[in-house]
Structures are given as structure tokens and as C-alpha cells.
């Protein structure tokens, strides 16, 4: 693995970091199949961002730019809720959704969230990363931010 860095985005002054990490979280969820919000690109993602509650997170490489890109919802009632997470499909299998996860885990302790979850596309890929379903919720799946860091 390369050397990579994370970086928190700004979607009010969006550059063109944020505009490729919006573009890869459009491609690789809403893209997949017919959501009931859809966008048509990272733009209109980005318009739809809520600066007071929403935080956009990108992993880079020295070698590839752009890997990974999650947008995360921080501080409700203790929960941190990860609600879009994508992997460019290059670059899959080499760690870099694991490590941002961590990020965003490592983030969630220092805002003072104590839970995280999220509404999985691939179930699989992150009950490995420590994520678990929850009793009668079957929609959420659920994980400690100290069990992911």
C-alpha cells in the first residue's frame, strides 16, 4: 500500500478533491441500482450536503489520488451514522476502506460518539471490518468505534 493521507472535505467551497470524492460515491452507490433520491452526478450530491450535520471524508495516495470516500453524519444522540462509503474499484482489496474506516472511527471518539451503524450494501465487507447486526434491526448494522481503530 502506498502512503496515503485523509482529508475532511468542504462541500460549501467544494475543490476538486471533494467534486471527484462526490463523483465516486454517486458512481459506486447511486449508480448501482434505482435509489429513491437519485442523483445525476457529484453535484447535485454535494448541493444536498447539510454542513451543520454532514462531514465528508477522502483517502488519497501518493500514487493514485483519490481511493475512498465515505459521508458520515456525527453527533446524534451519541451515534456517528456512516451513510455512504465507497472504494474505487481499482484499488479494492488493498486495505484503504479499512483504514478510512478507522478514520472515520478515530473522528467519532473525539466528537464524543459512542456508536456507530450504518445501512450496508455489502453486508459481508463490514461485519469483516467489526460492524454487526443488532437483535431485531435488520436494516442497521452496528459497531463500537474502539472495535474498528
Do not use: W
Not at 63 to 71: F, K, M, N, S, W
Request: glycine content about 8%.
Amino acid at each position: 500500500m502506498s502512503n496515503y493521507a485523509f482529508e475532511i472535505l468542504d462541500f460549501q467551497d467544494p475543490d476538486a478533491l471533494a467534486n471527484a470524492a462526490a463523483d465516486l460515491i454517486v458512481r459506486e452507490i447511486y449508480g448501482r441500482f434505482d435509489q429513491p433520491i437519485s442523483y445525476t452526478d457529484g453535484k447535485d450530491y454535494i448541493r444536498e450536503a447539510d454542513p451543520e450535520i454532514d462531514t465528508h471524508y477522502a483517502l488519497t495516495t501518493t500514487d493514485t489520488g483519490l481511493v475512498a470516500a465515505a459521508g458520515v453524519l456525527h453527533g446524534i444522540d451519541g451515534l456517528t451514522e456512516v451513510c455512504d462509503f465507497a472504494v474505487d474499484p481499482a484499488n479494492r482489496g488493498q486495505g484503504y476502506g479499512r483504514n478510512l474506516m478507522r478514520h472515520i472511527a478515530e473522528h467519532s471518539l473525539e466528537q464524543g460518539d459512542t456508536v456507530m451503524s450504518l445501512v450496508p450494501l455489502e453486508p459481508f465487507y463490514f461485519s469483516n471490518l467489526g460492524f454487526a447486526y443488532d437483535g431485531e434491526d435488520h436494516l442497521h448494522m452496528y459497531a463500537d468505534p474502539l472495535d474498528l481503530i
